[in-house]
């Protein structure tokens, strides 16, 4: 009974890791042909330096990402908060409508935004992408930064009203202090979500500002190409710093 | 109090703008859209009409909305049947080791889900991997055609999507208490019963939870059609983006993004009237 259960889970991890591990080793390779093993070579990645195109939508979806994360993030908060401590009208009717862009097909979400912004003549570029990506990400933070606002005792902050703080001022030294952990997990979310889109990016995106996922996605349609696997190799390393740098911050708080 | 009042109210017209310009505003133009007539030079003519919907009739588009109801609901009981057992078997681990195999799973969720799909074409390729491995086993004499088939579209989509079934059905393993098992099995119960009407019923809201974030993106994940799919096995997500970004017809990709829109609605209503069910039945005898 032990052998079948571990032997199943080293299957199920077989199958997670062995495509990527395939495109990994698969970018050290020689030959063209994506197939066959020709020995060491580190082609593809001069090649890949040498693509500016490639380079350049590397660094428009960073920017991307970490300007949507940030204000999603800020917006976020400040709803969570508001969810949690205030009440006001049409709550119940504001927390549906969270709950309705994070449950509907992003590709729903994403020709509603393009009909918008053709209608209102938003130029399709940085500024429709980031106000799309700011969309989807704030149900996310929304519900990561509430969840850590019901978590902990209400009573700390009838404690700093109490003892005379502002509202401004118990948010600022006792509220905040205490969501930061969640309102940064909100905004590494916020960040992935947006790194990783493609079903609403491809909608909204503009000739003069091309994202990273879009430009592979136009790569890998037709064929293969070695390029990618040098691209997913670098980028699957970024990615694993930035955890392990989050770790290791979250661990020291 | 002086500065509650001014806060509030600026934060919760942040919210409000946001959501009814972002949000409600949009879905508003889609439906609207969907009931007018398509134009060349405006995108669409301001004139009533329900022949976007008599379209979506037409056969062939039904059954394109069909299948990639099939594949998707394919997909997600494949990651059930692939996540339940691993998400038990996770969870009855040793404390010490579970952090870092779940951190596993959610590690390929930190790649790009395009290039996740990638790598799926360089396994299944017609010269690919996989038929290396099994013409050099001696299993097949010809090679196996594996992409541009629907097979490969639900391998690459369970692929994808795997790690958002296993998340909620580990939390529901986690929370599930191994006293209850002991108990059961203390009073008779064989294994199968006690799974049936212990284990089931209250691992319930990680199946379903499980299940709507797994079959939700399927249905749009366009580019996984694309690149293991050829142009032949299309989701409904391929259907709205050609007629948003190729056919340039508005009206008949608001209309079936409606319909979308609708059929995930049902499962979501599916999905809360059994969440209710589950609640008030494990709420009544297994933790009574």
């Not at chain 1, 912004?117 to 933070?141: D, E, N, Q, R």
């Not at chain 2, 889900?113 to 013409?135: D, E």
């Amino acid at each position: 009974m032990r052998w079948l259960k571990h032997g199943y889970l080293g299957l199920v991890y077989l199958l997670l890791y062995l495509p990527i591990a395939v495109l990994v080793v698969f970018s050290f390779n020689a030959s063209r042909n994506p197939y066959r093993w020709q020995g060491l070579s580190l082609e593809w990645y001069a090649r890949l330096w040498d693509n500016d195109a490639l380079i350049q939508a590397a660094a428009n979806s960073l920017l991307l990402a970490s300007s949507a994360a940030t204000l999603s993030a800020l917006i976020g908060t400040l709803t969570a908060i508001a969810l949690h401590r205030y009440r006001f009208r049409g709550k119940r009717v504001l927390n549906g409508m969270l709950f309705v862009v994070m449950m509907s097909p992003d590709i729903v979400l994403a020709i509603s935004l393009l009909v918008l912004f053709i209608l209102l003549g938003v130029k399709l570029g940085y500024l429709s992408l980031l106000l799309a990506h700011v969309t989807f990400c704030l149900p996310f933070v929304v519900v990561t930064v509430y969840a850590r606002l019901s978590g902990f005792n209400a009573q700390i902050i009838e404690a700093a009203r109490d003892l005379g703080a502002s509202e401004w001022q118990m948010l600022r030294t006792v509220l905040v202090p205490i969501i930061f952990p969640a309102v940064m997990a909100g905004w590494l979310l916020g960040f992935t979500l947006s790194l990783d889109d493609v079903v609403v990016s491809i909608f909204v995106t503009g000739p003069t500002f091309e994202v990273l996922p879009l430009r592979i996605y136009s790569m890998v349609r037709l064929g293969v190409k070695p390029e990618v696997n040098a691209l997913a190799t670098v980028l699957l390393t970024l990615s694993l710093l930035a955890l392990l740098a989050s770790q290791y911050f979250l661990a020291r708080k | 109090m002086k500065l509650r009042a001014p806060f509030r109210t600026g934060v919760v017209a942040l919210i409000w703008a946001w959501m009814l310009l972002f949000v409600f505003l949009p879905n508003l133009l889609v439906i609207a859209a969907s009931f007018l007539v398509r134009d060349d030079v405006h995108f669409v003519r301001l004139e009533g009409s329900l022949q976007s919907y008599a379209r979506l009739l037409d056969p062939v588009y039904a059954s394109v909305f069909l299948d990639s109801l099939g594949m998707a609901l394919t997909t997600t009981l494949a990651c059930l049947l692939i996540g339940y057992p691993f998400a038990y078997a996770v969870s009855r681990l040793p404390a010490r080791v579970k952090p870092l195999l779940i951190f596993l799973v959610i590690l390929p969720f930190w790649t790009n889900s395009l290039v996740r799909t990638y790598a799926m074409k360089l396994l299944l390729a017609t010269n690919g991997l996989v038929n290396q491995a099994l013409l050099g086993v001696g299993i097949v004499e010809q090679p196996l055609r594996m992409l541009y088939t629907e097979g490969a579209v639900i391998a690459g989509l369970v692929y994808v999507l795997l790690p958002f079934m296993i998340l909620p059905l580990y939390a529901v393993f986690e929370q599930l208490r191994a006293d209850l098992l002991e108990v059961s099995s203390d009073l008779g119960a064989q294994p199968w019963r006690t799974f049936r009407y212990v284990v089931l019923p209250l691992t319930m809201p990680g199946v379903l939870a499980g299940c709507l974030l797994v079959l939700i993106p399927a249905v749009g994940m366009f580019y996984v059609a694309d690149v293991l799919g050829g142009a032949k096995h299309l989701l409904i997500g391929n259907v709205i983006k050609n007629q948003f970004l190729d056919a340039r017809d508005w009206p008949f990709g608001a209309a079936a993004s409606i319909l979308l829109t609708l059929a995930m609605a049902l499962l979501l209503y599916a999905y809360y009237l059994s969440a209710r069910m589950v609640r008030r039945r494990s709420g009544d005898d297994a933790l009574a």
